[in-house]
């Protein structure tokens, strides 16, 4: 299967061995990072995971999709019967590879590149995936910018404050915004947090901040949304290997990261992905405004 095969053969099967034993391929990378210069490649979906329909002809869009979580939850979504449409950055050779591989599982696969801070883009994805796919049943927030600042606060420019907060909460509101015209009862909104939000990093205060903001976001949203039979929830993970973790630290803030978590480890994509099948899914139903946290146990080793 082609999943397996783009991961070393040993690992493939064994994501708690993968984790264990990766290093960051990009140092000094640029945001978001590009998941196919990595050596060690993340693990999207295990072959021994079984569709059983609960995503059946529903359409989902997903930001950041092309690569990382966001790809592992195309490919789940896929395995579940659901046509995707992703929205990226410009990392067409990653999103190509989703393509094929949501492809290969018999589902379609809407590619769009594009800045999700920008309105008019979120509004053009809404529109253009409605059009082509018919409906939208399921939005999924998950493009992400972060940076590390050493120095804290004192060091970090404005425009990078900006930025971050255009991407991660500008970018959520925007792309929800353009959905709800579209969607209806049973819908879901899956909002990516953070266990920082809960925790806060000292190097990297506003990506902090925008997924405390996220958090807030996804209460009052789903709120304000109950009525109309809309659930909004957020999955908040640890250390996961993607490209954006593997160009923003270095090998050692790597290593000091996995050591915060119970299981002394980065997560793979697929140990994080089932989260959203469910919270998408009716098996979901009686779940809305809530945040689920696979983190590996860092939240409780604080």
Known sequence: MEVAEAVSP????????????????????????VEAKM??????????????????????IITGGDSGIGRAVALHFAREGAHVAILYLNEHQDAKETEALVQKEGRKCLLFAGDVGDEKVCQEVVSKTVSELGRLDILVN???????????????????????????VFGYFFMAKAALPHTGEGASIINTLSVEAYQGMPSMVPYAASKGAELAFTRSLAASLVKKGIRVNGVAPGPVLTPLVTSTFSADMIASIKSQTKLGRMAMPAEIAPTYVLLASQDGSYITGHTFHPDGGMLTST
């Open 10 to 33: 040993a690992r493939a099967q064994d994501p708690e061995k993968a984790a264990h034993g990766v290093l960051p391929m990009q140092q000094g990378g640029s945001q978001p990072g």
């Open 39 to 60: 050596i060690d490649k993340p693990i999207h979906i295990r072959e021994t995971y079984q569709g059983s329909g609960k995503l059946q002809d529903k359409v989902a």
């Open 142 to 168: 998950n493009a992400s910018e972060q940076h590390v600042s050493s120095a804290g606060i004192e060091d970090v420019p404005p425009e990078q404050l900006e930025r971050v907060m255009r991407t991660n």
